[in-house]
């Protein structure tokens, strides 16, 4: 836990919310009006979380930047929790899909841009078979299904504290052992210890204990936790784990999502994991709805077997819109295009950049954070020193500390990933946009210890 001047941080927040009311009059205007048709005022339940009396509205957003229905401009280091690490709107995706849209949108017929993705996918992760979906939500169900079918076996794994979208399975937890409904889980089909075991991240020998019973079909897991802070594996850490997934007969699936972070082909190519499944969605069309997932060779022959023609459309893989036209469009020009092997080399350097300011603030003042990189993100955490599992850094999340230096960047001019303190770096990030964050990070912590 941080040893924050409570008194002094509910004052401090108290100005923060006051100044964010008064700057924001048209965003205040249109949740008081959204209350009416909208549930709880906004279009997805979490967009209540932002810090601040209500969310800001956006008008329009470009590259790094966004501005919003007051006229504010802002740096963006959410990017839409990695759906736009591309950038907003950038211009070689508009282009593709803008052709895309005059031609046809959606057909249930694939089209040439389909082999393209399928290729270039399999040249980044080294998969060889290629899926399409819409979210990467889907994309995990999907693979999930196909596991479960090949080895017959009912459960699956997964990390404590982990998020792999609204997969009914990962909603779970962990209490003294014991696997139950996560705190906040809406109406799970049912209690998730029935088809889920659950281990703490870079804990071998409780994952040789869940794996042990061989009723696991597969492991869902990011190479590296980011949605509960950055979390890195143990060095080795993944060699070892894929020898007992081996061992005992379960699948892996690398959710990709956030972690293709790390690079061209994500974690799985810069630390040269070999998963059965890969699942990358968010960003691969730079925010228009898509996802893929692979597969191995192996994987493919055992899958192939057991589809039988006749039945292929109801068998819970799938949906109408996946690998629609446009999706695909969009895929192809992202990958070409906008997150290359070149915009990698600007934006690792840049979260580096972002994570060694912060790092040398932190130094400078009282405060005992740590700050961590996963390639193009950067993450500070209030603890010492950096998490090795999910209830580690649980434990040092601190709401009330999270709200109050979000809503500090918000009304200068920056906005962080809600619910974690996390800064994300596109192609159009400028190394301006983040000095800016550290010269506010450096202030608010200032104002904190003062
Ligand atoms: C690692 C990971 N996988 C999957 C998802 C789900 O993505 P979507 O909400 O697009 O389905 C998320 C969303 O945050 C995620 O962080």
Redesign the pocket.
């Known amino acids: 836990m941080s040893t924050i001047d409570r008194a002094r941080l509910h004052e401090l927040q108290q100005r923060e919310e006051k100044r964010f009311v008064l700057e924001h009059p048209r965003s205040a205007e249109l949740y008081a009006r959204a209350k009416n048709s909208l549930l709880g005022g906004v279009p997805m339940n979490w967009m209540k979380k932002w810090a601040g009396a209500f969310p800001l509205f956006a008008a329009r957003a470009k590259g790094a930047h966004f501005t919003d229905v007051d006229g504010h401009e802002y740096v963006d280091l959410s990017l839409g929790?990695?759906?736009a690490m591309t950038g907003h709107s950038p211009d070689a995706m508009v282009n593709a899909i803008a052709k895309r849209l005059r031609e046809g949108i959606t057909l249930m017929l694939p089209t040439e841009d389909s082999l393209w993705v399928g290729e270039e996918l399999n040249r980044r992760f080294g998969l060889p078979y290629w899926q399409f979906a819409l979210?990467?939500?889907?994309a995990?169900r999907f693979a999930i299904r196909m596991a479960r079918e090949i080895t017959e076996r009912p459960k699956i794994l997964v990390y404590h504290y982990c998020?792999?979208?609204?997969v009914d399975e990962s909603f779970v937890s962990l209490r003294e052992g014991v696997v139950g409904p996560r705190r906040g889980n809406i109406g799970p089909p049912v209690n998730p210890a029935e088809t889920t075991r659950v281990v703490e991240f870079n804990d071998l020998e409780a994952l040789e204990d869940a794996l042990k019973r061989q009723d696991v079909a597969v492991v869902l897991a990011?190479p590296a936790m980011?949605?509960v802070g950055i979390i890195l594996p143990d060095e080795g850490y993944w060699k070892a784990a894929r020898e007992l997934t081996r061992q005992y007969g379960t699948l892996l699936i690398a959710?990709e999502?956030?972690t293709i972070c790390a690079g061209p082909g994500g974690c799985t190519r810069e630390w040269k994991l070999e998963p059965d499944f890969v699942?990358f969605?968010?960003p691969i069309g730079s925010g228009i709805p898509g996802?893929a997932y692979g597969c191995t060779e192996d994987v493919g022959r055992r899958i192939s077997k057991r589809i039988a023609l006749e039945d292929c459309d109801v068998g819970g893989i799938g949906g109408t819109l996946a690998g629609n036209a446009l999706s695909l469009a969009a895929m192809r020009a992202t990958l070409e295009k906008v997150l290359t092997a070149e915009a990698f080399e600007t934006m690792i350097p840049l979260a580096k950049r972002f994570n060694d300011g912060v790092a040398a603030e932190i130094r400078k003042s009282s405060l005992r954070w740590n700050v961590i990189q996963l390639g193009a993100r950067a993450e500070y955490h209030f603890s010492e020193k950096p998490p090795r599992n999910g209830a580690q850094s649980a434990a040092s999340a601190d709401f009330e500390l999270e709200r109050f230096l979000h809503l500090y960047a918000l009304n200068r001019g920056v906005l962080l990933t809600p619910f974690h303190n996390m800064a994300l770096m596109c192609p159009a990030t400028s190394a301006a946009d983040v000095d800016l964050h550290t010269q506010i990070f450096a202030e608010g912590a200032a104002e904190l210890a003062a």
Do not use: L, M, Q, R
């Open positions: 929790d990695t759906g979210t990467a939500t889907d995990n998020y792999h979208g609204t990011e980011t949605n959710d999502t956030h699942v969605g968010k996802s």
